[in-house]
């Protein structure tokens, strides 16, 4: 059993920048994470994901460039640094984690954070 922490949200200005960290209960360098967010009114999307080792990391073209996923597995803790922040951005951010391979798809993950928010006012 993975238990999943999100921190950092808050609010912003457009442009500003914000760091989400999320921290395990227990080990998790066999674990592929994500970061997934949902907006009001909107379906859950998937943001980003990294492997197990942090090697391999893929984005939603959405965030590309101006996010970046990152994890220290000796903190059993994965951060999503977000960069040029926008008013769509605006959303509850959760991280998840599934055993093996990383993966785009929400179905695919075991456990789920609470979520944070994230405002970007205009």
């Known amino acids: 059993q993975v238990q999943l922490v999100e921190s950092g949200g808050g609010v912003v200005q457009a442009g500003g920048s914000l760091r989400l960290s999320c921290a395990a209960s227990g080990r998790t360098d066999s674990y592929a994470m994500g970061w997934f967010r949902q907006a009001p009114g909107k379906e859950r999307e998937f943001v980003a994901t990294i492997s197990t080792s942090g090697v391999n990391t893929r984005y939603a073209d959405s965030v590309k460039g101006r996010f970046t996923i990152s994890r220290d597995n000796a903190k059993n803790t994965v951060y999503l640094q977000m960069n040029s922040l926008k008013p769509e951005d605006t959303a509850v951010y959760y991280c998840?984690?599934?055993?093996?391979?990383?993966?785009?798809?929400?179905?695919?993950?075991?456990?789920w954070g609470q979520g944070t928010q994230v405002t970007v006012s205009s």
């Open positions: 998840a984690a599934r055993k093996s391979i990383s993966s785009t798809l929400i179905g695919a993950y075991d456990y």
